[in-house]
């Protein structure tokens, strides 16, 4: 059987066809055959989509809470499922080109993600890969412990943070190992993100009977010192804190930092929530805006859960509760200068509903 014409194209004339595509149509066609891979993956190639295609952002899932203990038995869906928003469609990343057990991803930045995975002794390690390349990078091996008790926050360039309420680890890409830093955190950090150079996270500073949520900053340059943390408030912001149940930091677009909670109907004890609020910090000026509130009838699927999850990033942010058996999307739109609320259904790894998830850019062009 003949070739098909599209083989005896000259090279350049071949890639000027592809660079028409978005980048969801482009890794497609590295599936169809060797050749569409060959010509996809070649360094000329990479070189130009890397200044012409944009990321594809993508809403990743992590596995199912229960397997981050070692005692369960593995998930053997060894996969990286993204919801691809513009396109409402859930796309699958397979992870089996990784050598290791049960990888289990749980951040993202730049086009790569980072996933604790078994190592041959059964420590575990972080990896850096990227899912579209299958190429990947191991990190120098960390305890247990901190896949258990560590939040993972990642920044370019591979640039690493592993934080817990007592002590940070730092690992950057001209250093080949981890540092490690006295975190001095009032108390356990709750939702921490990286923004530029700055970490944020929620400690509550209340008693056992009541929570009292406050906003601790600090550098990365400023990890090394101690006390490094400080309390970030103004007068001007008010019971800002204290209007939200269980609040909880997404990174949002720029400078800015989205603030979640359960809306309060009353500042008493046990106020039940009217609904979902999303505020919007402005690092630049300090100053906080309401982004956005969960409509009253999509509010009544969260209204019986004693708790919900929120995972995602820039504009886009992802809810999910027990029972409820699928997502909640608020999606902002800068052009209409609103958020538009959607339904995200067939969610892969359901079961008991509480779905934690990340950002994912994805990019042919990152190295691990």
């Known amino acids: ?217 600090c550098t990365l340059s400023t990890l090394q010192t101690s006390p490094s943390w400080s309390r970030l408030e103004k007068h001007e912001w008010g019971d800002v804190f204290d209007i939200l149940k269980r609040p909880r930091l997404v990174r949002g677009t720029g400078n800015g930092v989205l603030m979640i909670g359960g809306l309060r109907s009353s500042f008493s004890l046990n106020a039940s929530c009217s609904t979902i609020l999303i505020l919007r910090l402005d690092l630049d000026a300090m100053e906080w805006a309401e982004a956005g509130r969960m409509p009253p009838e999509m509010f009544r699927s969260f209204q019986d859960s004693s708790k919900f999850k929120v995972f995602g990033g820039g504009n886009r942010v992802c809810f999910s509760a027990k029972r409820v058996g699928r997502l909640a999307l608020w999606d902002y739109s800068d052009e209409a200068g609103k958020g538009e609320w959607r339904w995200i259904d067939c969610v892969p790894w359901s079961g008991d509903g509480l779905c934690r998830g990340f950002l994912f850019e994805a990019l042919l062009t990152a190295l691990p």
């Open 1 to 217: 059987m003949d070739a098909p014409p599209i083989f005896f194209l000259p090279q350049d004339t071949l890639q000027q066809i592809f660079l028409n595509l978005p980048l969801r149509q482009i890794i497609k066609c590295r599936a169809v055959c060797k050749f569409f891979n060959q010509t996809l993956t070649s360094p000329s190639f990479l070189h130009f989509i890397s200044a012409q295609i944009p990321p594809l952002r993508l809403l990743a899932l992590r596995p199912p809470h229960h397997h981050h203990h070692h005692h369960h038995r593995a998930s053997p869906d060894r996969t990286l499922h993204a919801f691809d928003a513009d396109q409402n469609q859930w796309l699958r990343f397979p992870l089996t080109f990784l050598p290791f057990r049960s990888p289990q991803p749980v951040a993202s930045s730049f086009g790569l993600v980072y996933l604790w995975a078994d190592s041959i002794d059964s420590t575990k390690t972080l990896v850096a890969c990227n899912p579209l390349t299958r190429q990947y990078r191991v990190l120098p091996q960390l305890g247990s412990a901190w896949s258990r008790h560590g939040s993972v926050l990642v920044g370019p360039p591979n640039r690493v943070l592993v934080l817990s309420e007592l002590a940070a680890l730092y690992f950057s890409g001209s250093n080949n190992f981890w540092v490690n830093f006295s975190s001095n955190l009032p108390t356990k950090p709750r939702s921490p993100i990286l923004v530029s150079d700055f970490v944020l996270a929620l400690c509550d500073v209340g008693s056992p009977w009541r929570s009292q949520w406050k906003l601790f900053s």
